[in-house]
């Protein structure tokens, strides 16, 4: 090597320093850089016998020691090194912990979920680490699957949209600007679709129905220019998504023009050897894998040797290892690596936990809470009150309120985050009661809490003014491999609950949990109800200030909740035409609905209006409606547009959202709020599997929720 070498000079194209240093390689070191192995294991040692590309699960000074390594290589290409920063960044100690997606999703808001995004992207760019696998993409169907709190909801629409913005957010506009970060949109796709909620289970699902759901937020993360792809564990139609050539190769490479990375899931080459058994070694599997049309296979070691093997063995074409290897160069030479490597500096992390990320997090927190259900107690006044009793398992539970994929969920490493860096529920009813704050968890939820004692919470509630039951679920009941038979609250929580509804004294349950949960009788009849999917650090100041009106909430669902496990799925954009509404022993609505929120406020919509009756397919539908804020208070409301296509040439939902507009309204006041559709994208997928325009008639459903539209606009498209 010299330093006249193409791909060492920055001014040279990027194509041009991909071909030179793809020339200067040779066959071990080009099937390395299609290696990404766990950094925890024998790092030293696997990077000298196997040349990886990626380290994954390293930061700081491991990620130090890792750069110095590719340093010192034969031909120094640096190494892109990938972390689950998933709501923050998630496992660096100090970090800021944001609400999870699915929290998130309830804000309705891109623009505070790509400064979530953004600020992740700044936490990470002294610890070496240039890449996150997130955002993550799937769209959640049965609510027993465990990663249902890494979703971003039921909705394609607003998993793309939001995915978009996460996607900028880490990326930015430049991805060599060492304050952002390459994304990674996952899990592609239908790693949701699950059976009996099972996770990573054969999925259903035909090629008509991926188009239909599950890959239009995927192709619009492509058009948001997410810089990788991340598979999934799942099979259909008996193929692994690592074996899929149609879906990874056909759709995403060559119909949608992707030109990034494409990564296996955790041991996806290997596990084709060893659980889904469809090859009978590791030549056959990666042979097979880079076939398919995968770039970086994450955490096979065996891989490497196995796709040399095949390469001699001619099982597999050496051509398409250079291709997959091009791709891998042209990532790193986009994000600047050759010119910054991006050495850690882990004893220099100046924006980790600053004060401006933690103010980020607070809004986050705010703004994702939903309030269910108030029969008039909330807000309360504190002057009326003298003692609040603050019951419940995940009162005072830090990792519950933080989340999957954060210190103390056991996905990588040991350890918490500081304890003073984490505001519980009841750490904010203390900092903002200025009264008496009873506490007693009442029960457990796992191995090595605190005994059960009912009676202690039932006597604290006895004694108090009003009661705050915070209840909800916990690492061994969420996240990967973690899928629950049932969606019931577990331990004694119910018998809690009944106990405090019994005693006919006022009674808040707040719900810190991962997804929805069957909720008992004891909680429909509280006298209010909030929702607070793992609301991240500063979860518990939140909830203290929405109980005492100190803001106005205005989350909304982006999923439903049901009744019964048995509803299971019960997604609002079901396909019309079956028997009846309702099963023979129970309804089919959901408790709570997609998009349903309340308000300390009220909202009347009037004077809906389109601009035209009848459309070409290439004009653009402009909507308007009065929203007028009813109540007392300021107040942010989210309105919602849904379309009906009234015959369809196959069968189709009854009804999807299309648009919608978060939108602040001054008590009193009336605000003119206006949307436009693209007729373009009043489509749907037809028998042969095409997304078309059908001419006909529509209606176009305003409102505040699936089942809560205020007014109904009929239009055709010619």
């Known amino acids: 090597m010299t330093v006249e070498a193409i791909y060492r000079d920055p001014a040279q194209p990027v194509e041009a320093r991909v071909a030179d240093l793809l020339s200067r390689m040779t066959l071990e070191e080009k099937v390395g850089q299609l290696t990404q192995l766990d950094g925890r294991v024998e790092l030293e040692a696997n990077f000298r016998e196997k040349h990886p590309g990626s380290f994954l699960h390293v930061m700081g000074e491991s990620a130090r020691i890792a750069t110095e390594l590719a340093r010192g290589s034969r031909?120094?290409?640096?190494?892109?090194?990938?972390?689950?920063?998933?709501?923050?960044?998630?496992?660096?100690?100090?970090?800021?912990?944001?609400?999870?997606?699915?929290?998130?999703?309830?804000?309705?808001?891109?623009?505070?979920?790509?400064?979530?995004?953004?600020?992740?992207?700044?936490?990470?760019?002294?610890?070496?680490?240039?890449?996150?696998?997130?955002?993550?993409?799937?769209?959640?169907?049965?609510?027993?699957?465990?990663?249902?709190?890494?979703?971003?909801?039921e909705d394609p629409l607003l998993i793309g949209r939001f995915a978009a913005a996460m996607i900028h957010g880490y990326q930015g506009d430049n991805l060599a600007d060492p304050d952002h970060v390459l994304a990674c949109a996952k899990h592609y796709a239908g790693y949701s679709e699950t059976q009996g909620g099972r996770d990573a289970s054969e999925a259903d699902i035909s090629r008509r129905k991926l188009r239909s759901y599950f890959l239009p937020p995927f192709r619009q993360a492509v058009a948001a220019g997410v810089g990788s792809f991340m598979t999934g564990y799942q099979s259909m139609e008996g193929l692994p998504s690592t074996a899929n050539r149609w879906l990874l190769r056909e759709v995403l490479k060559e119909e949608w023009g992707f030109d990034g990375i494409l990564v296996t899931d955790w041991n996806n080459v290997g596990s084709m050897v060893e659980t889904q058994?469809?090859?009978?070694?590791?030549?056959?599997?990666?042979?097979?894998?880079?076939?398919?049309?995968?770039?970086?296979?994450?955490?096979?070691?065996?891989?490497?040797?196995?796709?040399?093997?095949?390469?001699?063995?001619?099982?597999?074409?050496?051509?398409?290892?250079?291709?997959?290897?091009?791709?891998?160069?042209?990532i790193k030479f986009r994000l600047g690596l050759f010119e910054d490597d991006r050495c850690a500096d882990p004893g220099h992390t100046p924006a980790v936990g600053c004060a401006a990320h933690r103010a980020v997090a607070l809004t986050a927190a705010r703004e994702t809470a939903v309030l269910l259900q108030n029969n008039g107690l909330?807000?309360?006044?504190?002057?009326?009150?003298?003692?609040?009793?603050?019951?419940?398992?995940?009162?005072?539970?830090?990792?519950?309120?933080?989340?999957?994929?954060?210190?103390?969920?056991?996905?990588?490493?040991?350890?918490?985050?500081?304890?003073?860096?984490?505001?519980?529920?009841?750490?904010?009813?203390?900092?903002?009661?200025?009264?008496?704050?009873?506490?007693?968890p009442g029960c457990a939820l796992e191995d090595g809490d605190a005994p059960t004692d009912l009676e202690a919470a039932v006597a604290a509630a006895r004694e108090a003014d009003v009661t705050v039951a915070v209840v909800g679920d916990r690492p061994p009941f969420w996240g990967e491999w973690h899928s629950t038979a049932t969606l019931e609250l577990v331990g004694e929580q119910n018998e809690l609950l009944r106990r405090l509804r019994a005693l006919g004294k006022p009674l808040i349950v707040v719900l810190v949990h991962s997804k929805p949960q069957v909720l008992p009788v004891a909680v429909q009849e509280a006298d209010a109800i909030v929702e607070q999917f793992s609301p991240g650090m500063l979860g518990g100041q939140a909830l203290a200030e929405l109980l005492f009106g100190d803001f106005n909430p205005s989350?909304?669902?982006?999923?439903?909740?049901?009744?019964?496990?048995?509803?299971?799925?019960?997604?609002?954009?079901?396909?019309?035409?079956?028997?009846?509404?309702?099963?023979?022993?129970?309804?089919?609505q959901p408790l709570f609905a997609f998009g349903e929120g309340l308000s300390y406020t009220t909202f009347e919509y009037a004077d809906a209006r389109l601009d035209r009756d009848v459309y070409g397919p290439d004009d653009t539908i402009h909507i308007s409606v009065d929203v007028t804020n009813t109540g007392t208070r300021d107040g942010v409301e989210v309105v919602q547009f849904y379309l009906r296509d009234l015959v369809t040439s196959a069968t189709w939902v009854d009804f999807?959202?299309?648009?919608?507009?978060?939108?602040?309204?001054?008590?009193?006041?009336?605000?003119?709020?206006?949307?436009?559709?693209?007729?373009?994208?009043?489509?749907?997928?037809?028998?042969?599997?095409?997304?078309?325009?059908?001419?006909?008639?529509?209606?176009?459903?305003?409102?505040?929720?699936?089942r809560d539209f205020r007014q109904t606009l009929p239009f055709a498209i010619k």
């Open 75 to 153: 031909l120094g290409i640096p190494l892109l090194l990938g972390i689950d920063a998933i709501h923050g960044h998630s496992f660096w100690n100090g970090a800021t912990i944001f609400p999870t997606q699915l929290a998130m999703a309830c804000s309705w808001d891109e623009t505070l979920i790509e400064t979530m995004a953004g600020v992740t992207a700044r936490e990470m760019r002294h610890t070496g680490v240039a890449w996150t696998f997130s955002p993550v993409l799937c769209l959640t169907r049965d609510l027993r699957w465990g990663r249902v709190g890494e979703t971003f909801g």
């Open 277 to 330: 058994r469809i090859c009978p070694d590791y030549k056959t599997a990666a042979a097979l894998a880079v076939q398919s049309g995968n770039d970086l296979m994450m955490s096979t070691p065996k891989f490497w040797q196995g796709c040399i093997d095949a390469v001699r063995e001619g099982l597999l074409d050496e051509t398409l290892v250079d291709e997959a290897v091009k791709r891998v160069l042209r």
């Open 378 to 440: 909330l807000p309360l006044t504190a002057q009326n009150l003298k003692k609040i009793a603050v019951v419940g398992p995940n009162a005072d539970h830090p990792v519950a309120q933080l989340g999957d994929w954060s210190l103390g969920t056991g996905q990588t490493g040991n350890g918490l985050h500081p304890r003073e860096l984490i505001t519980t529920v009841l750490d904010g009813m203390r900092q903002r009661f200025a009264g008496e704050v009873l506490y007693a």
């Open 555 to 588: 989350g909304r669902l982006t999923i439903s909740v049901p009744y019964h496990v048995g509803q299971q799925p019960i997604y609002y954009s079901q396909v019309r035409g079956q028997h009846g509404d309702r099963y023979a022993d129970l309804t089919q």
């Open 656 to 706: 999807e959202l299309k648009e919608f507009a978060r939108v602040a309204v001054k008590a009193g006041a009336t605000v003119r709020v206006t949307a436009a559709i693209p007729a373009a994208a009043c489509t749907m997928v037809n028998a042969a599997g095409e997304r078309v325009v059908e001419p006909g008639d529509f209606e176009l459903l305003v409102g505040r929720s699936s």
